[in-house]
C-alpha cells in the first residue's frame, strides 16, 4: 500500500503569521515537522503543500519535496486533496504543519487499520485526556463505538458524567489517514450543519455517513498557533536538544 504523507503549510496564518518559517532551536517549524514524519516507518512519500514560495524554497533548501498549490483552499484537507488529485498514492495522510515535535510513531498506529483492513475509508488517532482540559474548547474529544469508529466529536467534553465518572474522556488529535476516493470525495462535499456549529471538519464525514476508525496512541504533540505555544515549542526543544 502506497501511503503519501502530506504536510499543508501557509504563510497566511491569522493567529500566527508566517509560522511554517518561524525559527525553532535554529530550523524552520516546518522543517522539524517534515523530518518528524520522515521516521515513519508507513509513509512512500511526504510532500509539503503550499500556496508560497518562500515555503517551496526552504522546502527545496532542507531536501524535501514540494508542491505548490492553490491559494483558494480552505484547509488542510483540500490542499491534501489536491496533493491526491496529482499522485499516484492509495492513502494519505494529512500531517498537521505546525507541531514540530510530532511522534510519528503516532502516523504509524494511525494508518495501521487502514493497511490491516482495506474497507477502512478514513482513520484518526485519540489519546487520554488530561482533566485540566476538559473545559476547554481549545481541546476536542471524541466518543467511539465498540467497533473503534468515531460516533462524535465535540468541543465540549463528552461523555459528561451526570452518574457515573468510569469512563476515560478520550481527546482527539488532529492526524488523518484517507483512502484516496474517500478524501477527493470529503473534499468536493460542502460545510454540513455540525461541522460549522461545532467549527469541526471532522464532523462532515460523520455527517455524511464516512467512518472515522479511530486508533489509540500514548500522547499528542504541541501545536503553536500562538505566540505563547511558539516560545514553549523552543523552549522544550532546546532543552531536548542541549
Not at 514553549?232 to 526543544?237: I, K
Request: hydrophobic share 40%.
Amino acid at each position: 500500500m502506497k501511503i503519501i504523507g502530506v504536510i499543508p503549510a501557509r504563510m497566511a496564518a491569522s493567529r500566527l503569521p508566517g509560522k511554517p518559517l518561524l525559527d525553532i532551536a535554529g530550523k524552520p517549524m516546518v522543517q522539524w515537522v517534515w523530518e518528524r514524519a520522515s521516521k515513519a516507518q508507513s509513509l512512500s512519500e511526504i510532500y509539503i503543500a503550499t500556496p508560497d514560495a518562500e515555503i517551496i524554497e526552504a522546502a527545496e533548501r532542507f531536501g524535501a519535496k514540494a508542491m505548490i498549490t492553490s491559494h483558494n483552499h480552505r484547509s488542510g484537507t483540500d490542499r491534501t486533496a489536491e496533493v491526491a488529485r496529482r499522485t499516484d498514492g492509495d492513502a494519505y495522510v494529512n500531517v498537521q504543519g505546525d507541531e514540530p515535535m510530532l511522534d510519528p510513531d503516532n502516523i504509524d498506529a494511525l494508518v495501521a487499520p487502514m493497511q490491516q483492513d482495506s474497507s477502512v475509508q478514513m482513520a484518526s488517532v485519540y489519546c487520554i485526556e488530561d482533566p485540566s482540559e476538559y473545559n476547554s474548547p481549545a481541546v476536542v474529544s471524541v466518543v467511539m463505538a465498540q467497533n473503534g469508529d468515531a460516533l462524535y466529536f465535540s468541543r465540549s467534553r463528552i461523555p459528561y458524567p451526570r452518574e457515573t465518572t468510569e469512563l476515560p474522556v478520550y481527546k482527539h488529535l488532529g492526524l488523518y489517514a484517507y483512502q484516496r476516493e474517500t478524501l477527493l470525495k470529503l473534499a468536493e462535499l460542502p460545510p454540513t450543519p455540525l461541522e460549522r456549529t461545532e467549527s469541526l471538519e471532522q464532523l462532515r464525514a460523520l455527517e455524511h455517513g464516512i467512518p472515522i476508525r479511530m486508533s489509540p496512541v500514548k500522547t499528542g504533540s504541541i501545536a503553536v498557533d500562538t505566540e505563547d505555544d511558539l516560545h514553549r515549542a523552543r523552549e522544550l526543544m532546546a532543552g531536548l536538544l542541549f
